[in-house]
């Protein structure tokens, strides 16, 4: 995915990352990166990132199946993943097509070394490559694209419009884009689990998605008039495994919930909040075995005209 005055939701697929925006848990692709963040912030953030994507990760790679099982290619040469992150879903495409060279493109060095680390890691060095862009000022020039991959991070492109259209030149006839965006704030109680405040996780979004956090149009429209169509648009719910890794997740992103929200929450639902977030109190998010991550993802995809 995609925080609060914190930089902002990223990732998931560190988008190549544009205007701040506030929200709480970066998504896949969603991140900004600003010359004045400082490294800590940075790699903060790209770990919530790989920690977001690497919950959801089952769930991108039903969407990218689906579209590639409905519109093809099956034997892609070239990908590109337009808003990187830390490179979870450049590796997980470089894995699905073993013939293909997958470009990552991110606008943060910090994302794009962790990218190339990971795939150095994977054994995926030689098809997997880096390029540092602005997603603001267009796509950069890579050539033929036969898919382009873009989760979580259309939504922070100043001109999304623009990118589109520079995106229906770069894709051949046939190829394939798939956009993904997430529906806001991730849930990970039952919903009798708000620390003595039922419905405390419904509340957090409604707020937050008041603040404009994550938010998107419906972007058939607008691929389609790019040169991509029909679209096809569908959900996918996206649920994590309980564990300590979906518990540490669920801290990270609460903790910054409760930042960017401290002002407009109801004080029983800021202390609720604080309930969740401290180590010695029973209802601590960070050690509960009932944490489940859950979200649901939008995706659109369509082939070249």
């Known amino acids: 995915m995609t925080h609060p005055p914190a930089p902002d939701q990223g990732h998931g697929h560190g988008h190549g990352h544009h205007h701040a925006h506030p929200g709480p848990a970066p998504r896949h692709g969603e991140h900004r990166h600003d010359e004045h963040h400082d490294n800590g912030a940075e790699a903060a953030h790209a770990g919530l990132l790989e920690l977001e994507a690497r919950t959801f990760t089952p769930a991108l790679e039903e969407a990218l199946e689906r579209a590639v099982t409905s519109l093809g290619p099956a034997a892609p040469r070239h990908v590109v993943d337009l808003g990187s992150g830390p490179g979870v879903g450049t590796l997980a495409l470089a894995r699905r097509f073993p013939g293909a060279r997958v470009t990552a493109v991110d606008r943060s060095p910090q994302m794009l070394e962790r990218v190339l680390a990971a795939a150095r890691e994977e054994g995926l060095s ?180």
């Open 126 to 305: 030689e098809r997997v490559r880096a390029v540092r862009a602005d997603l603001d000022a267009g796509p950069p020039d890579l050539g033929p694209l036969d898919i382009a991959w873009a989760s979580s991070s259309l939504h922070h492109v100043a001109d999304p419009t623009a990118l589109l259209a520079r995106l229906g030149e770069a894709v051949v006839p046939g190829g394939l884009l798939v956009v993904v965006e997430s529906d806001g704030m991730p849930r990970f109680l039952p919903s009798d689990a708000g620390a003595g405040r039922p419905g405390l996780e419904d509340r957090c979004r409604e707020v937050a998605a008041k603040a404009g956090w994550n938010a998107y149009p419906d972007w058939s429209d607008a691929m389609e008039r790019a040169g991509f169509g029909p679209v096809e648009r569908w959900t996918v719910t996206a649920e994590g495994v309980p564990g300590p890794e979906a518990a540490g997740y669920a801290r990270l992103v609460l903790e910054r919930v409760r930042v960017a929200l401290e002002d407009q929450l109801a004080p029983d639902d800021l202390e609720a909040l604080e309930r969740l977030l401290s180590p010695g109190d029973p209802a601590y998010v960070g050690s509960r075995p009932d944490v489940v991550p859950r979200s649901v993802r939008t995706v659109w995809a369509a082939r070249r005209n």
